[in-house]
C-alpha cells in the first residue's frame, strides 16, 4: 500500500500511530528528529511523511520545504498541537499537504493519510509515464548471445506485430518485464501506455481495485473515485506478473475481459469498457495449478495463445560476462567507483552459481561487489562468501572458517548498511536475506545503526 514515516520526539504518539497506520497494510518508518527524518526520506523513499511542527532539531515547518527539495513528489501531513494551527497553515504554503491536530483529529487520520497517499502515487506514476515517453525497448538491446536467447527473441518478435495475449514463462528473474515492453513497444499500440503490475504484491481486495477501479465508498478508506490499471491502460498493454498468484474468484473477472472487453469496477453498478492487450507472466507450473483447481484452465487459455519460456541464467552462462560489464557501469555512478578491470576469476566464480534468482540475482551481486570493492578492480574477494566457497572448493582452495564467515558478515552488512543509509528494507533486499534475520544479525554483530 506505500510508505509512511512518522517524525515526531514525543516516543509514546509515535508508537501509537505506527501501530494504527501498520493496521491499515503500509509499512511505517519512524524517525524522532529532522536528521533522522532526512536521513529516513532519503535511504527508504517514502510516499507520505507525518511531521509534528515542534523537533528537538529544527523546526518542522522549515522541514517541509528541505524534503520538498530533495522529493518534490513527496506528501507531507503536519501534526501540530494546540495552538499551532498558524504553523500548519504555514506548512501548507511551504508545501504540505494538510495538517491535523494532536489528540483533536485522531479519526482524520487514516481518511486524510489515504488521500494523500493516492495523491503520491498518482504523481509518480505521472512521473513514470513521462520519463518513459520516447524511451523504446528494442529487441537488440536484450543482452545475452546465447542461442536459446536469441531464440526467445526471435519468438517475441514475431508475436510482437500481432494483438493476441501473451503468456510468458520462466523463474524469477529470467527478464520477463523487459520481454513484455520490448512486445509492446514494437507493437502497433506502442504509442499508448504500458502498464506493469505484480500480483503478488497485493491482497484479493486491494489487487482488484488496482487492476479496475473503485467509486467513493466501496470500502474503507475509498473517499473518492479511482481509475483502475486497465482503464490506464486503454488502447496499450497490461502486464500481469506473476499472474499465477491471483485469487480464484478474481480470475473470473479478468476472464471476463479477455473475451469482452468489459469489467465493472468496485462500487459500480454501470459496465466499463476498455480496449487493452493482456500480457502475463508467471514462475509456477499453471498446468499443475490448474489440477490442483488454484487456477481457471479457461482463463490459461485464453492468456496462453502464444506462449514463451524465458531461459535460466545457468543455462545460458555465456550471457554473464556481458550482464556483469553493464552492470558495473550502469552502478559505477550510484556507489561513486570507476571500476578498470574484472578479474576472469570473478567472472569463473559467477558462472558456477546456480542462480536460482537469475539475471535479477546476478544485478544484486554485482551491486554488492561494487559497494565492497577496495580499488578499482573486480576480485573473487568482492563477491558474496557463498559464492567463494563454492569458487574455492573448485580450485582447491581453504574456505572461510565460521569465525572468519562471522566476521566478514559483521563488515559487508556495515558496508551495506552505509550505502542504504540504515535503511533495513533495502539492505536485506540488496543482500538477499530477510528483514528478521537482518534485524537478528544487526543484534548479533552489536551493530550501533545510529553511528553508521
Known amino acids: 500500500m506505500g510508505k509512511v514515516l512518522i517524525i515526531d520526539d514525543e516516543n509514546q504518539l509515535r508508537k501509537l500511530l505506527s501501530r494504527i497506520i501498520g493496521l491499515e497494510g503500509y509499512e511505517v518508518l519512524q524517525a524522532d528528529s529532522c536528521k533522522s527524518g532526512m536521513k529516513q526520506l532519503v535511504g527508504a523513499d517514502p510516499e507520505v511523511v507525518l511531521c509534528d511542527v515542534c523537533l528537538p532539531d529544527g523546526s518542522g515547518v522549515d522541514l517541509v520545504m528541505e524534503m520538498k527539495k530533495i522529493n518534490p513528489l513527496v506528501e507531507i501531513i503536519m501534526l501540530t498541537a494546540h495552538g499551532n494551527i498558524p504553523d500548519g497553515v504555514q506548512a501548507i504554503k511551504n508545501g504540505a499537504f494538510d495538517y491535523i491536530t494532536k489528540g483533536d483529529d485522531n479519526n482524520k487520520i487514516i481518511p486524510l493519510l489515504s488521500m494523500a497517499m493516492e495523491k503520491a502515487k498518482a504523481a509518480r506514476k505521472v512521473q513514470r509515464l513521462e520519463e518513459n515517453t520516447g524511451k523504446r525497448y528494442s529487441f537488440d538491446s536484450i543482452l545475452g548471445k546465447s542461442r536459446s536467447l536469441k531464440e526467445v527473441v526471435e519468438l517475441a518478435k514475431k508475436v510482437s506485430g500481432t494483438d493476441v495475449p501473451v ?238 564467515l562471522a566476521n566478514m558478515e559483521r563488515k559487508h552488512i556495515i558496508k551495506v548498511l552505509q550505502y542504504t543509509a540504515g535503511n533495513k528494507t533495502e539492505a536485506a533486499r540488496l543482500m538477499r536475506i530477510g528483514l528478521t534475520t537482518l534485524y537478528r544479525k544487526i543484534e548479533e554483530y552489536d551493530i550501533n545503526i545510529e553511528n553508521l
Not at 333 to 358: C, D, M, T
Open 167 to 404: 503468456l510468458l514463462t520462466g523463474e524469477t528473474g529470467t527478464g520477463k518485464e523487459v520481454f513484455a515492453q520490448a512486445i509492446h513497444d514494437n507493437s502497433s499500440r506502442r504509442q499508448k501506455s504500458f502498464v506493469a503490475i505484480n500480483c503478488s504484491s497485493f491482497t484479493k481486495e486491494l489487487l482488484e481495485s488496482e487492476m479496475f477501479g473503485h467509486k467513493a465508498g466501496a470500502f474503507t478508506g475509498a473517499v473518492k473515485d479511482k481509475k483502475g490499471l486497465f482503464e490506464e491502460a486503454d488502447k496499450g498493454t497490461i502486464f500481469l506478473d506473476e499472474i499465477g498468484e491471483m485469487a480464484f474468484d478474481l480470475q473470473a473477472k479478468l476472464l471476463r475481459i479477455l473475451e469482452t472487453g468489459e469489467f465493472i469496477k468496485l462500487g459500480d453498478t454501470k459496465l466499463t469498457k476498455v480496449n487493452v492487450r493482456v500480457i502475463a507472466a508467471t514462475n509456477r507450473d499453471l498446468q499443475k495449478e490448474i489440477a490442483e483447481e488454484h487456477f481457471r484452465e479457461d482463463l490459461f487459455y485464453r492468456l496462453s495463445v502464444f506462449q514463451i519460456h524465458l531461459p535460466p541464467l545457468r543455462e545460458r552462462v555465456e550471457d554473464i560476462a556481458g550482464y556483469v560489464n553493464v552492470f558495473v557501469k550502469g552502478f559505477e555512478k550510484k556507489v561513486g567507483k570507476q571500476i578498470q578491470s574484472i578479474e576472469p576469476a570473478y567472472i569463473e566464480a559467477l558462472k558456477r552459481h546456480p542462480w536460482k534468482g537469475n539475471v535479477r540475482e546476478l544485478r544484486n551481486v554485482v551491486e554488492r561487489s561494487m559497494i565492497i570493492v577496495e580499488g578499482n578492480c573486480l576480485t573473487v574477494n568482492d563477491l558474496p562468501v557463498e559464492i567463494q566457497n563454492a569458487q574455492a572448493i573448485q580450485t582447491g582452495e581453504p574456505t572461510f572458517s565460521d569465525f572468519e
